[in-house]
């Protein structure tokens, strides 16, 4: 359909690629599910070559995803290419992307390659991947940067060897809107088979231009166009799907084009990855921050009691947002927990359903509303735990200014209980020293956040941590009622990547 736009995510391959972000087999199966429900086209589930933990990922979410292709990614060697077909050929739709770096300055730098190198590489390389994989992509690594003439000849000759996609990335953020259009349009007009094929972009956000560049590379004619979930990845991130998907449907009268994608599950997805990878977004950020559909000014508010459209040009309910509906209270039975937890895409064993549902009622007590944000955080504290990682058994903390913050910490790890008592500088310092105790590992505290998640006094605490350890970047993220509780599972959520990793 000429008016249909591919999205291809990227968050499982890209974002999770960016420092911090890392999520493991069983984060990233729920995001792949919770991807799956958003609607996108295509999921680039991994680098099936970079590890023996990327490679089973992906053949994991290939098995699991069945309406999206599953893509994998690979350098333009065939050991990479041959690995990423292993992870990907059980999905229902599989699809092999290769790349390679097409600027002067990559191939001569990196590379150490001449054009007419590369240009063979890729040829024989798509072709070798289109022997294992019916639906492959080529992406020009560094295309905004690349001598135009070379990146038609490269694009033409990939089309000719049977690539189905051809992907234009603008790698380190540095293009235009304008430029960007003049690119696509160039090989537009200039690649004589470019009809065989569907051009794809890829923008960085380095300039703050990513959702930018992408939509005039619509305009100009291109068709996929790949993103991330809050726009993470590499520096300054990828292009927002969020973003991407809320103009192409507020302004559909300018742009004319659909996607498949069900634009109610952008909030859900927005707030799944941020309590996976503990990065949350800055309130003003367009679509998905705190900020996005609230209005301060009284003049504002006037207008919208008045007449929403006065200043919404979107509403809340378009991308989920329930303007802060109870969705389960405490009289609330199994039942509607359970078919809660599956609505947002938790498929958790009955043990663990059972563990999940004495939390919520724990909660329930404490707190008068449930949103969906308290639910998704027990759902996924269940849905990750697992008996070799590390989990807060009790913890005991004496504290104030005339004593020394002192910590008694019990974890439970495969069935045995670890206790430890440390003192710090107030209890969040305390307790952490004593997790280190238990769990022997060195690690540097580099940032501590805490917010409340909804509104009112018994909002839950939502704490945020990173940690440094053999010059790797981990993060935490915990929720509870209890602050110091958070902390303590935030904190434990992080460590427990370091003993993964
Ligand atoms: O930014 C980039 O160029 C990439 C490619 C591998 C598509 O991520
Ligand atoms: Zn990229």
């Not at 972009?201 to 380095?206: A, E, P, Q, R, Y």
């Not at 500088?425 to 305390?430: K, L, M, S, T, V």
Request: charged fraction near 25%; aromatic fraction near 6%.
């Amino acid at each position: 359909m000429e008016s249909h736009i591919i999205i291809f995510d990227t968050t499982l391959r890209d974002g999770e690629q960016s420092p911090g972000s890392t999520m493991n087999l069983k984060e990233k199966i729920l995001l792949a599910r919770q991807l799956e429900r958003l609607g996108v086209d295509v999921i680039e589930a991994g680098f099936p070559a970079a590890s023996v933990g990327d490679f089973e990922s992906v053949k994991a979410i290939a098995s699991e995803v069945k309406k999206a292709t599953i893509c994998g990614l690979s350098r333009a060697l065939e050991t990479d290419i041959l690995r990423t077909w292993e992870a990907i050929k059980e999905a229902k739709h599989p699809r092999i992307h290769t790349f390679i770096a097409t600027s002067e300055v990559h191939m001569k730098y990196k590379l150490k390659m001449s054009e007419d190198e590369v240009f063979d590489r890729a040829v024989a390389m798509v072709k070798y991947a289109r022997s294992l994989c019916e639906e492959v992509e080529f992406s020009a690594e560094d295309a905004s940067r690349t001598e135009i003439k070379f990146l038609a000849r490269i694009v033409e000759g990939v089309i000719d060897a049977g690539a189905k996609i051809v992907n234009i990335p603008d790698t380190v953020g540095y293009t235009t809107p304008n430029e960007m259009y003049k690119i696509i349009d160039y090989l537009k007009q200039n690649v004589s088979n470019i009809d065989k094929a569907i051009i794809s972009v890829h923008c960085h956000n380095d300039l703050g231009m990513a959702v930018s560049n992408s939509l005039s590379a619509v305009l100009a004619g291109a068709r996929q166009i790949e993103c991330t979930i809050n726009g993470i990845g590499e520096r300054a991130g990828n292009a927002a799907l969020e973003e991407i998907i809320m103009a192409l449907k507020t302004r559909k009268d300018y742009y004319q084009f659909d996607t498949q994608v069900v634009s109610e599950e952008i909030s859900k997805s927005s707030k799944l990855l941020t309590t996976i990878t503990g990065i949350s977004v800055q309130p003003n950020k367009a679509i998905v921050g705190a900020n996005a559909f609230s209005h301060e000014a009284g003049i504002h508010q006037h207008g919208v009691l008045a007449n929403k459209s006065t200043y919404e040009i979107m509403s809340p309910e378009s991308i989920g947002l329930k303007s802060n509906t109870m969705v389960l209270g405490k009289h609330s039975g199994r039942h509607s927990f359970v078919k809660h937890l599956k609505d947002l895409g938790f498929n958790l064993s009955n043990e663990k359903t059972d563990e999940a549902f004495v939390k919520f009622k724990e909660l329930a007590d404490k707190k008068k509303k449930v949103y969906d944000r308290d639910i998704i955080a027990i759902a996924m504290e269940e849905a990750v735990k697992s008996p070799e990682t590390f989990n807060l058994k009790s913890f005991a903390i004496n504290t104030g200014t005339v004593v020394s913050s002192t910590a008694t910490i019990a974890l439970e790890s495969e069935g045995k209980i670890y206790e430890e008592v440390a003192i710090g500088d107030g209890p969040i310092d305390a307790s952490y020293n004593a997790i280190k105790k238990i769990m022997s590992v060195e690690a540097e505290l580099l940032e501590y956040k805490i917010n409340a998640v909804t509104e009112g006094m018994d909002a839950q605490g939502e704490a945020m941590v990173k940690v440094k350890s053999n010059d790797k970047i981990y993060r935490g993220h915990g929720l509870s009622t209890d602050i110091i509780k958070s902390s303590i599972e935030a904190y434990l959520v992080a460590m427990n990547r370091i003993i993964e990793k």
